[in-house]
């Protein structure tokens, strides 16, 4: 797995999965449920991988760019 994940992405990723977690535990029990997908973005912020981004061909690190 090659990294394809940058810093702000990272940072955007983190906070909209604590947010949707948040959501998860406090919010109303019919849709509760949905905050659950905040693990999704924390997952790939953690790992510096998007699976997704592999298949679109989208790459936001710098680092990992081809040159």
């Given at each position: 797995?090659?990294?394809?994940?940058?810093?702000?992405?990272?940072?955007?990723?983190?906070?909209?999965?604590?947010?949707?977690?948040?959501?998860?535990?406090?919010?109303?029990?019919?849709?509760r449920w949905i905050g659950l997908i905040g693990v999704?973005?924390?997952?790939?912020a953690l790992a510096g991988f998007c699976p997704l981004?592999?298949?679109?061909?989208?790459?936001?690190?710098?680092?990992?760019?081809?040159?």
């Amino acid at each position: 797995m090659k990294t394809n994940v940058g810093t702000v992405d990272k940072v955007i990723r983190i906070l909209l999965g604590i947010a949707l977690l948040a959501y998860a535990f406090m919010g109303q029990a019919p849709m509760r449920w949905i905050g659950l997908i905040g693990v999704v973005p924390l997952v790939t912020a953690l790992a510096g991988f998007c699976p997704l981004y592999k298949i679109l061909g989208l790459n936001t690190c710098p680092r990992s760019s081809k040159p």
